[in-house]
């Protein structure tokens, strides 16, 4: 692990730390509605290797997780097709955070309350370096995309849209 860690322990870090995740703590000024935008202008990192973790559920409520570039959307229809669903929607603030005890702009897919199925854009493992939320607003990690497969059990996914 990095040597200084700055931020306070929320449920993804203790994971991440309990896995032996080397991480590093990445702190800055949280705007409303900004997404991965300002984080990414902020941290100095391209957009892209910025990753937003969605919760989402199929046609029978079921939640999961999609990871995505900052700078794409995803294909609800694709991914579905390639997950063997009818349907994926994103979940409502309320029931992503009751799925995943994290409040919508703090997301993290470390430590969740309920154990879901995580999908990743299959081009963020092929990145040097992520940027992922740590689990509350205006806190990212930097890891290696490896860790996620190691960690979280990953199913790669192609369902990146380019952002409008």
Known sequence: ?????????TPAIAFLREAGVDYTD???????HGGTAV?????????????KTLV???????????????DCKVSTKELARQIGTKK?????PDD?????GYMV???????????????????????PRIYINGGRRGYLVGIDPRELVRVLDVKPVEVALPQS
């Open 88 to 92: 994926v929607q994103p979940c409502t």
């Open 56 to 70: 989402m559920q199929d046609e029978r409520a079921q939640p999961l997780i999609v990871l995505m570039h900052g």
């Open 105 to 127: 702009g703090g997301c993290s897919p470390f430590g969740t309350r309920k154990a879901m199925p995580v999908y990743v854009e299959s081009s963020i493992l092929e990145l």
């Open 26 to 32: 990445h702190l800055y000024e949280y705007e409303e």
């Open 1 to 9: 692990m990095s040597s200084k860690h700055t931020a306070t322990v």
């Open 39 to 51: 984080s990414s202008r902020e941290l100095g990192v391209e957009e892209h290797h910025v990753v």
């Open 96 to 100: 992503a955070h009751r799925h995943s």
